[in-house]
């Protein structure tokens, strides 16, 4: 098993960027494959980005794509997703998420999950 703790949400204003971390206990990191995910109020579970066990190839939804990046520090247990440019429909709880095998984008090809960290962008 492994354990997921986010952190780094907030409020901020459209434009603005912030950093997420996803700290990873348990089972050893680099055995998983890693992904985010958020949700907003009254809608489903979206698929934001995904990382390979290595970090050496990530995929991105087509909405975040060149504002949004994703990396892990295996090393440190930790991956992170830098958001640059933040929009206000980029307002949601995000949560991390550990799969075996291959990066998916859909919800139930991961296994564990954090709790989530609130991030609002104001206009």
């Known amino acids: 098993q492994v354990q997921l703790v986010e952190s780094g949400g907030g409020l901020v204003q459209a434009g603005d960027s912030l950093r997420l971390s996803c700290a990873a206990s348990?089972?050893?990191?680099?055995?998983?494959?890693m992904g985010w995910f958020r949700q907003a109020p009254g809608k489903e579970r979206e698929f934001v980005a995904a990382?390979?066990?290595?970090?050496?190839?990530?995929y991105y939804a087509d909405s975040v794509k060149g504002r949004f990046t994703i990396s892990r520090d295996n090393a440190k247990n930790t991956m992170y997703l830098q958001m640059n440019s933040l929009k206000p429909e980029d307002t949601a709880v995000y949560y991390c998420?550990?799969?075996?095998?291959?990066?998916?984008?859909?919800?139930?090809?991961?296994?564990?999950w954090g709790q989530g960290t609130q991030v609002t962008v104001s206009s």
């Open positions: 990382i390979t066990r290595s970090g050496s190839s990530t």
């Open positions: 998420a550990a799969g075996e095998g291959v990066p998916r984008t859909q919800v139930g090809s991961y296994d564990y």
């Open positions: 348990g089972r050893t990191f680099s055995l998983y494959a």
